[in-house]
């Protein structure tokens, strides 16, 4: 090889090289890590938005669900805080995240790690009692629960809503009875007795809502299908919070990689099908941006401070 193929060799080659690191985003397969079984709304509303994704980049996008368990979303959290900073492993997650994760000092997430694409779903949090009950506000069932015992279902200690929800009774001046923990909050619960009061999601009590009351809504503004229902934070300013679901990247992704997939989200989640999701469920499916979302998470995280010392 002669010293001239040699030279032009190497430039090829380093050509090549510069090439490959400048490779445009997305060049291969991108996951969504949802840390909840498949099926619930943040799932279907990311699998939209993955959809939508590989249709625009033409590059494999899929939801990969990543349960946690009694762990809650922290194990699929902390596979999203230990994948590169490269765009191509997005967490979908819900409040507790980036509220609570590095706050209970769970080693991956602690600092905080990751940084907010958008904000895109409210889920419909309820607090709903028979339509027979002798209450039909908050008002009223916390007058009530000062002569008689009220059983609380609920999905967990740990969730916003159930926080929210004793919060509440600890402000107005009441005790729950008795509290327990179901799988399934749904019409079934209050037809049976085993609850007198659920904190559910409304599309779990849609087929019935002629037999419930809904006696407010823990989410930061009404929620159209129960437009009566006032939100939580109308009757306890400081308890103004709501269990969302958004799009992360860990820190130090690069903008324009954070651009692409922000752009690609808010055309799905503003679409028809979304908030046909949305009609059919009561969820409120929105896109609020990244700098709007970090001063929420901010604001949420001064509120579950509240929330912590009106429990202790």
């Known amino acids: 090889m002669t010293f001239k193929t040699k030279i032009a060799s190497a430039a090829a080659a380093l050509a090549l090289t510069a090439g ?12 969504f ?35 946690g368990g009694g762990g809650g979303p922290f194990p699929g ?6 994948a590169p900073a490269d765009g191509y492993t997005i967490g979908s997650f819900v409040i507790g995240v980036p509220v609570m994760g590095h706050q ?13 694409l958008g ?37 967990g200690d740990v969730l916003t809503p159930t926080q929210v929800t004793k919060a509440f009774a600890k402000n107005a001046g009441f005790e729950w009875g008795s509290d327990a923990a179901f799988d399934a909050l749904d019409c079934n619960t209050l037809a049976s007795g085993d609850a007198d ?8 009590i849609l087929p019935c809502l002629d037999s419930v009351k809904v006696l407010t809504a823990i989410t930061d503004e009404r929620i159209p299908l129960v437009p009566d229902a006032p939100a939580i934070g109308e009757l306890d300013e400081g308890l103004n919070i709501a269990l969302w679901n958004g799009l992360f990247v ?10 692409k997939i922000i752009e690609v989200a808010k055309e799905t989640v503003t679409s028809e099908r979304a908030q046909k999701v949305a009609a059919e469920t009561g969820a409120l499916v929105y896109w609020q941006g990244a700098d709007d979302s970090t001063t929420r998470i901010s604001n949420d995280i001064d509120t579950m401070g509240r929330i912590g010392q009106i429990l202790q």
């Open 33 to 67: 890590i949802v840390p909840w079984p498949p099926g619930d709304l943040e799932d279907v509303l990311t699998r939209m938005i993955a959809e939508d994704f590989q249709e625009k980049y033409g590059v494999a996008a899929a939801v990969v669900n990543k349960p």
């Open 250 to 259: 860990t820190k130090d992704t690069p903008q324009d990689v954070r651009d």
């Open 20 to 31: 490959a690191a400048l490779a445009e985003y997305p060049e291969k397969p991108v996951n």
């Open 104 to 116: 209970i000092d769970i080693a991956p997430l602690t600092p905080e790690k990751f940084d907010p």
């Open 197 to 204: 009061v659920i904190n559910t999601t409304l599309q779990l």
């Open 119 to 155: 904000i895109f779903l409210t889920y419909p949090f309820v607090i709903a009692t028979s339509a027979d009950a002798p209450y039909s506000s908050m008002e009223e069932l916390a007058a009530y629960a000062k002569e008689n015992d009220v059983a609380l279902g609920h999905f």
């Open 77 to 82: 959290a902390i596979e999203v805080a230990n």
